[in-house]
């Protein structure tokens, strides 16, 4: 009898045993299950997350291209359009000083050719006295003729280089500002691609890649895959 009470006892407490271990078995694979599920939203959270910054940070950088590019064109037409309007007016004021010196010396012929017809109506007079003036008259209308094209000439040539000058700075000012632009390129080429690392399946060369535009040029895209590989 007491064989059979320990017997049954020994039954009893395999089955209670039994009926916990599979309990605690599966409040843990309800635990595991549920710590998957929650895993795997945080994880469908988080890409969320960084595609959404991806996306941000893409259309940041095209919004930001395509203000600096508006803006380049603006300057660079209106550089070439105030360089136009400062030659036109310099060749203008070339012109007006050339017409003028033109008149002068027009004039000075007129003066000497007067000064040849009186000299010739007091020939019977005094003949050496007409002919020092007209000798007189002749130098002073060649003096007056030189003076004037060497003004002409000296007034041209400022102009030609005031505009060489002005012409110059605003090529200086559209580089700086393509500088600027490649500058803003490569910063957020970047950007990308420190953002690439957090969503999986895109490389960091696509990243990369992505962030280079057609007026950054393949050497800009080099240098940003490169910066990304490293």
């Given at each position: ?186 910063q957020l080429g970047q950007m990308l691609s420190g953002l690439a690392g957090i969503v999986p399946g895109v490389p960091n060369g696509q990243a990369a890649t992505a962030a280079a535009t057609p007026e950054a040029g393949k050497a800009d895209g080099d240098k940003v895959a490169a910066e990304s590989a490293g």
């Open positions: 009898q007491l064989r059979t009470v320990t017997a049954h006892e020994v039954a009893e407490l395999k089955s209670t045993v039994e009926r916990e271990v599979a309990t605690l078995r599966a409040t843990a694979e309800r635990e595991i299950t549920q710590q998957r599920a929650k895993a795997a939203r945080e994880a469908e959270e988080k890409r969320a997350e960084a595609t959404k910054l991806l996306t941000d940070a893409r259309d940041k950088r095209d919004k930001d291209l395509q203000a600096l590019e508006l803006q380049l064109a603006e300057r660079r037409e209106k550089a070439e359009r105030e360089e136009s309007e400062r030659h036109a007016a310099q060749v203008a004021q070339t012109q007006k000083m050339v017409s003028e010196a033109e008149q002068r010396a027009h004039a000075a012929q007129e003066r000497a050719k007067e000064i040849e017809q009186r000299a010739e109506a007091r020939r019977v007079e005094s003949e050496r006295t007409a002919n020092e003036t007209v000798d007189k008259a002749k130098a002073l209308a060649d003096k007056t003729l030189n003076e004037a094209k060497a003004e002409s000439q000296r007034l041209l040539s400022e102009a030609r280089t005031e505009a060489e000058l002005t012409t110059q700075a605003a090529r200086r000012e559209v580089e700086d500002l393509t500088r600027q632009k490649d500058a803003v390129t490569s």
